[in-house]
């Protein structure tokens, strides 16, 4: 109900009156966080409860109560969920809707009402060192598992805020870069899933700190103001980016920045009263805000039928939620000769070699720190599920001298990757954006050392974004990326390991040869151009061939694809069937992909650009048909004097499970005349 507009909509007339009997003072109480300095800024302890903002006691009006956290709810000891980044690798939209309603139910027994994790911002550059809070590389994949987070939010009656809105892909710039991008860009490819988020009823926008086209974007009166509240109709509110998010009273009010958070530096009574009477705002603006606010909260508020107790919090269902997700989220990208899963019955030793197999690693240290009651690690997981399996471990500074543990083990699986140091949201000199897209220089050695001693060699990656492999790839039988796989992760990959869970993640994301085949970007500049292409987009544009291409990932089973065909067109929608057959002797998933080409299109275009995707499941030997749909407004390109244009030209489907397997069955097909 309260992902309905219409239904938050009703809640204006009541909104109104209560905003008439404010007092000056109260309603900028309304527009500002609560908090003080000291309260959020303590490393370790950001978020431990849900900070206040606005509210007014006196005629019934509840504050804003913010829960930060895209894995999970930051506040208190919270279930932490795999990273956005693996939850798109499980191309599963049911799924995180179900994480949503989690979400929702851990913030609502928290005391919360707001949700600031919906974090849609589509990495320019895999380097981007929070891109691990998104879903991956293609707006059309965030856009459609974006909504289910919020809708699975909202459900508990929670509003749910999308951000950072918008360019926001650049961490150790990201308080004072001007990102530029022309019209079709910005259209086309870093506005679309912040609008389907609007469209599918997202109750708040936080706006981001860098500039774009110039102003802040917490005064950016184009992107807040023209288009968000104007062309998108958008019935929320929209908050800051915390701390450093607002430069200016008069900015923020003029562009339709409605709340400054967490604290109050620049709408404090005595600026915005500065303003208004200077004429440099109005007093109708303070009470938009004021009003767009309390409606919101009302409508929230009033739908509100459950309880949520304390016992919510990291609750059985959760974890068994959050394990679920880290089973369908790990992605098997090479396994040469079947190599895994491994037989628990025969291989009874082997090696565990690198630093990471005894680090707890579920991410960032920043904002979207979630603090579980627990996290393993795999030499946890394996000790715990796998007793009868001798595990050694070989640290990384290490594997010379246990070169004889490494030898003559069964199998060796190899933990590497990134930790939260080297990747994530820039807090003085930690985390941030990664220029190379490798492994650290002693890992890679440390994977080729152990290739060449023991040949059954497995590499578990972790990371937020592409991890570039084209280094070692060759030297190791199986490669598994993990990302950041949440508290219960490592029991996921060691059940993968040894077969009790089969692999069904895809990634989100192309892997390319080289880190010169992404765009460019300078992560230290006060300037940077978003260009139009990024991803599997550009590479396949510049004729790139990607070492993993975009939505790949293996599986212990096999399938097989048939009866593709257009299922029925008119003037708006085209519609495709695929039969989906487990051909192998075990239970998997499948994910079945549908990517759109134009021809003859009247300007550039990609190759071919996914439309939509669904995931299956299937016993050994069962088949399902999917269908599949791409609606016409979707391709249409944008023209800066009419907009967006929807071309009659023929158009080619193609369907598969990855980008590059879709390219073998085509179809072209054209949408009727209106």
């Given amino acids: 109900m309260t992902s309905d507009k219409s239904y938050r909509l009703t809640y204006t007339e009541k909104a109104e009156e209560l905003v008439s009997k404010m007092t000056f003072k109260e309603k900028v109480k309304l527009i500002a966080g609560n908090c003080k300095v000291y309260?959020?800024?303590?490393?370790?302890?950001?978020?431990?409860?849900?900070?206040?903002?606005?509210?007014?006691?006196?005629?019934?009006?509840?504050?804003?109560?913010?829960?930060?956290?895209?894995?999970?709810?930051v506040c208190g000891s919270s279930t932490c969920f795999p990273v956005t980044m693996a939850?798109?690798?499980?191309?599963?939209?049911?799924?995180?809707?179900?994480?949503?309603?989690?979400?929702?139910?851990?913030?609502?027994?928290?005391?919360?009402?707001?949700?600031?994790?919906?974090?849609?911002?589509?990495?320019?550059?895999?380097?981007?060192?929070?891109?691990?809070?998104?879903?991956?590389?293609?707006?059309?994949?965030?856009?459609?598992?974006?909504?289910?987070?919020?809708?699975?939010?909202?459900?508990?009656?929670?509003?749910?805020?999308?951000?950072?809105?918008?360019?926001?892909?650049?961490?150790?710039s990201r308080f004072w870069v001007n990102v530029t991008a022309d019209k079709r860009t910005e259209r086309e490819v870093y506005l679309p899933h912040f609008k389907k988020c609007i469209d599918a009823?997202?109750?708040?926008?936080?706006?981001?700190?860098?500039?774009?086209?110039?102003?802040?974007?917490?005064?950016?009166?184009?992107?807040?103001?023209?288009?968000?509240?104007?062309?998108?109709?958008?019935?929320?509110?929209?908050?800051?980016?915390?701390?450093?998010?607002?430069?200016?009273?008069?900015?923020?009010?003029?562009?339709?920045?409605?709340?400054?958070?967490?604290?109050?530096?620049?709408?404090?009574?005595?600026?915005?009263?500065?303003?208004?009477?200077?004429?440099?705002?109005?007093?109708?603006?303070?009470?938009?805000?004021?009003?767009?606010?309390?409606?919101?909260?009302l409508a929230f508020t009033q739908a509100d039928n459950k309880t949520y107790p304390k016992e919510l919090i990291a609750s059985k269902e959760h974890i068994a939620l959050a394990r679920e997700v880290a089973d369908k989220s790990v992605t098997l990208i090479k396994n040469k000769n079947g190599f895994?899963?491994?037989?628990?019955?025969?291989?009874?030793?082997?090696?565990?070699?690198?630093?990471?197999?005894?680090?707890?690693?579920?991410?960032?240290?920043?904002?979207?720190?979630?603090?579980?009651?627990?996290?393993?690690?795999?030499?946890?997981?394996?000790?715990?599920?796998?007793?009868?399996?001798?595990?050694d471990f070989v640290s990384t500074?290490?594997?010379?001298?246990?070169?004889?543990?490494?030898?003559?083990?069964?199998?060796?699986?190899?933990?590497?990757?990134?930790?939260?140091?080297d990747e994530g949201e820039y807090i003085f000199v930690i985390g941030g954006d990664r220029k190379d897209l490798g492994l650290k220089k002693r890992?890679?050695?440390?994977?080729?050392?152990?290739?060449?001693?023991?040949?059954?060699?497995?590499?578990?990656?972790?990371g937020g974004n592409v991890i570039r492999m084209n280094e070692w790839k060759d030297d190791v039988s199986a490669i598994l990326m993990a990302y950041y796989p949440g508290m219960e992760g490592t029991d996921a990959i060691a059940d993968i390991i040894f077969g009790r869970v089969n692999p069904s993640g895809k990634l989100p994301f192309a892997i390319a040869k080289r880190d010169e085949d992404y765009p460019d970007v300078k992560w230290?500049?006060?300037?940077?151009?978003?260009g139009y292409y990024n991803g599997y987009k550009k590479l396949e544009k510049d004729g790139r061939e990607p070492d993993f291409p975009y939505g790949f990932g293996l599986s212990y089973t096999n399938f097989k694809l048939s009866n593709i065909a257009l299922k029925s067109v008119d003037g708006e929608k085209a519609v495709f069937r695929a039969t989906v057959k487990n051909t192998g002797e075990t239970a998997g998933d499948e994910v079945v992909q549908l990517y759109t080409a134009w021809v003859g299109s009247a300007v550039d275009r990609p190759v071919k650009a996914?439309?939509?995707?669904?995931?299956?499941?299937?016993?050994?030997?069962?088949?399902?048909?999917?269908?599949?749909?791409?609606?016409?407004?979707?391709?249409?390109?944008y023209d800066g004097e009419n907009g967006f244009v929807e071309e009659d030209i023929n158009y080619t489907a193609y369907i598969g499970t990855d980008e590059k397997s879709a390219g073998f069955n085509p179809i072209e097909y054209k949408f009727e005349s209106r």
């Fill in 39 to 73: 309260e959020s800024m303590g490393i370790g302890s950001y978020n431990t409860f849900p900070y206040g903002a606005g509210g007014c006691e006196r005629l019934g009006v509840p504050e804003m109560k913010f829960c930060d956290g895209p894995r999970g709810c």
């Fill in 87 to 172: 939850r798109g690798a499980t191309f599963d939209p049911e799924l995180e809707y179900r994480v949503g309603r989690a979400i929702g139910e851990e913030i609502r027994a928290h005391g919360g009402n707001f949700y600031g994790g919906v974090c849609i911002n589509l990495p320019y550059n895999p380097g981007g060192g929070r891109s691990q809070e998104t879903y991956g590389e293609d707006g059309t994949h965030i856009g459609k598992m974006a909504c289910s987070l919020v809708k699975g939010v909202q459900d508990e009656n929670v509003i749910a805020c999308i951000k950072h809105f918008a360019f926001n892909s650049m961490e150790n």
């Fill in 201 to 297: 009823g997202a109750a708040a926008v936080m706006s981001s700190y860098n500039r774009y086209n110039g102003p802040f974007n917490g005064a950016n009166k184009y992107l807040l103001g023209d288009v968000l509240k104007g062309e998108w109709d958008f019935d929320g509110f929209v908050v800051s980016d915390f701390f450093f998010g607002l430069h200016s009273t008069k900015g923020g009010l003029n562009a339709g920045l409605d709340v400054e958070m967490n604290i109050r530096r620049k709408y404090n009574t005595l600026s915005v009263k500065r303003a208004i009477d200077s004429g440099k705002a109005t007093q109708k603006q303070l009470d938009d805000a004021c009003v767009r606010i309390v409606r919101t909260l």
């Fill in 340 to 391: 895994l899963p491994l037989d628990p019955q025969r291989v009874k030793r082997i090696a565990v070699v690198g630093n990471l197999a005894k680090e707890p690693n579920i991410g960032d240290y920043g904002s979207s720190q979630v603090h579980p009651p627990y996290i393993k690690t795999i030499m946890q997981s394996l000790s715990e599920n796998y007793p009868g399996v001798h595990a």
């Fill in 397 to 421: 500074g290490a594997v010379v001298r246990k070169a004889d543990v490494i030898k003559n083990a069964d199998a060796v699986i190899i933990m590497c990757g990134m930790r939260h140091g």
């Fill in 443 to 462: 890992e890679v050695e440390m994977i080729k050392f152990v290739s060449l001693l023991n040949k059954n060699t497995a590499a578990v990656v972790m």
């Fill in 524 to 530: 230290i500049s006060l300037h940077q151009r978003y």
């Fill in 610 to 637: 996914l439309s939509d995707f669904v995931r299956v499941s299937l016993e050994a030997g069962k088949q399902k048909t999917v269908y599949l749909e791409v609606n016409k407004k979707d391709l249409a390109y």
